[in-house]
């Protein structure tokens, strides 16, 4: 059953990284965002959406701020925002916002933040796509959806590579991985080149479990003796729990292609409801072993977010 909620006020402005002003009404624009807001774009955080209740929190804590100071397009209320899973999504008279993301990365601290002295919307916001377009002003009902727990898997790949991420050669397993787990039904929702190492892979796939909630995450490269080969120490890292069961399938796969199969130290693991899987870094390799990988994936990917019956009854 759909809840109800409501428009206190919608925001905009035409430039990022301030706050934006209240406005009588925004035009959504189907897979843009909001007309004329710098945010707008073909990307996954087209609208921003907050809860008043935080910025009534805020307000009660001694910060004095209008709508909008902290750079969100509509502000909402009847929502725990950050308690919804991504691909929930708001009707809002005949526009349809679906939420891709929740609260973002704040690397360095913009100019809300100087202005008023703290930033909720990095911990309080969320963020959603616009697939039907429409007018939103403030006092408009808001029906929320549950997200359909059918919808299809959504999944990412990172490639590990010094000299991809330098420019000096060309990635060809990372987009490999997208277009076979598109060609399988997958949501690919995206696709990173980092270099080798573990501060940023770490970030990323915190980034991609935690805030985008993406299913399964596919790194390829980084997984051998080299000393800057360090994917399986990032990955082990951010996992709550290891899938060892999932490294030695592919690895003794692997092995009847080829005897150095055993050199790899690749790991699998499960963040929250996302399982991380490391593989090989060349082209070939990436294909035999997610071709390998495919029907059990998908039964794995059921139990962790509860959408199988109970294994003894299979």
Known sequence: MSEMGKVIAVCMSDKKGIAKTEVPSVRLVPDW?????????KWHRQVSLLALEKIEDFRRKGGTVEFGAFGENIITEGFDLRALPVGTRFRIGDALLELTQIGKECHTHCAIYHQVGDCIMPREGVFTVVLEGGVVKAG???ELIPADPARPYTAAWITLSDKGAAGEREDKSG??????LTAAGYNVVEGLLLPDGTGPLKRQLIRLADQRQVNVIFTTGGTGFSPRDLTPEATIEVCDRMAPGIAEAVRAYSMTKTPTAMLSRAVAGIRGQTLIINLPGSPKAV???LEFLMRPLEHGLETLLGRSGDCARQ
């Open 175 to 180: 987009p490999l991985i997208g277009e076979m």
């Open 140 to 142: 408009d009902a808001i």
């Open 287 to 289: 294909r035999e072993c």
């Open 33 to 41: 965002g909001v007309e004329d807001d710098a945010h707008a774009g």
